[in-house]
C-alpha cells in the first residue's frame, strides 16, 4: 500500500490475483471504495471456474479490510480549519430523535 515491495509466498500468488481482480472491480460509494462482497467473490469463483475454499476466502475478505482500512485512514482526519462533531451522539436514540432526524 505503501509502495514498498513485499514477497509474496508462492501459495498466496492465487489469492493475491484474485483480491486484486476483485479490487479493480469493486463499485464506489459516494465516500469512497465500498468493500468487496460475498456475492462478488462467489461470482468471480464461479466465473472463473476456480473453486475457493471458505479460508481462502476468509483471506481474500481480510485483505479487503485492510486494504479499506488504510485507503480510508487519511480520510478519517479533517483538515485543521474544519470544526467537526463528535463521532458519537451523546444522546440516546428515541422515538422523538428519530421524528426529528427523518422528519
Not at 13 to 29: E, I, K, M, T
Request: aromatic letters at 4%; charged letters at 20%.
Amino acid at each position: 500500500m505503501k509502495g514498498r515491495k513485499v514477497p509474496v509466498p508462492e501459495a498466496g500468488g492465487p489469492l493475491l490475483d484474485a483480491f486484486l481482480a476483485l479490487s479493480r472491480a469493486r463499485s464506489c460509494g459516494p465516500v469512497g471504495p465500498n468493500p468487496i462482497s460475498w456475492q462478488d467473490l462467489a461470482a468471480l469463483s464461479q466465473v472463473m471456474r476456480m473453486p475457493i475454499e471458505p479460508r481462502h476466502a476468509k483471506i481474500i475478505m481480510a485483505l479487503d479490510e485492510v486494504w479499506l482500512q488504510e485507503t480510508y485512514r487519511d480520510r478519517r482526519q479533517p483538515p485543521e480549519s474544519v470544526k467537526t462533531l463528535p463521532p458519537v451522539s451523546q444522546h440516546p436514540i428515541s422515538a422523538a430523535l428519530l421524528d426529528v432526524m427523518m422528519g
